[in-house]
Nanobody
């Protein structure tokens, strides 16, 4: 069984920074793309940032230049460095990963449980 566990959320003032991490564990053989999504109350989940296996990154326009996604494949971990945070960044942040397990020949996307980020004005 594969688990994705997020950490690093919390309460921060506007202009501050947080670093989220998401560690995948279980019978993982290889990781494909990884990403971060967020969902604020009353809204749909939206893509924040993603990184491919080759390291190509993609960002939502609203976070471009403020957030940085990175991955450490040796640790099966993806990070999201969030700088210059704004109140509108307040949401539950979810990580996901598309990966192969040792028991499957096709990849599958897994999700973390979410971590709350609250930015006060």
């Amino acid at each position: 069984q594969v688990q994705l566990v997020e950490a690093g959320g919390g309460l921060v003032q506007a202009g501050g920074s947080l670093r989220l991490s998401c560690a995948a564990s279980g019978s993982i053989s290889s990781m494909n793309g990884m990403g971060w999504y967020r969902q604020a109350p009353g809204t749909q989940r939206e893509l924040v940032a993603s990184v491919t296996r080759g390291g190509t990154t993609n960002y939502a326009d609203s976070v471009q230049g403020r957030f940085t996604i990175s991955r450490d494949d040796a640790k099966n971990t993806v990070y999201l460095q969030m700088n210059s945070l704004k109140p509108e960044d307040t949401a539950v942040y979810y990580c996901n990963a598309d990966l192969f397990t040792r028991y499957t020949f096709t990849s599958k996307t897994y999700w973390g449980q979410g971590t709350q980020v609250t930015v006060s004005s």
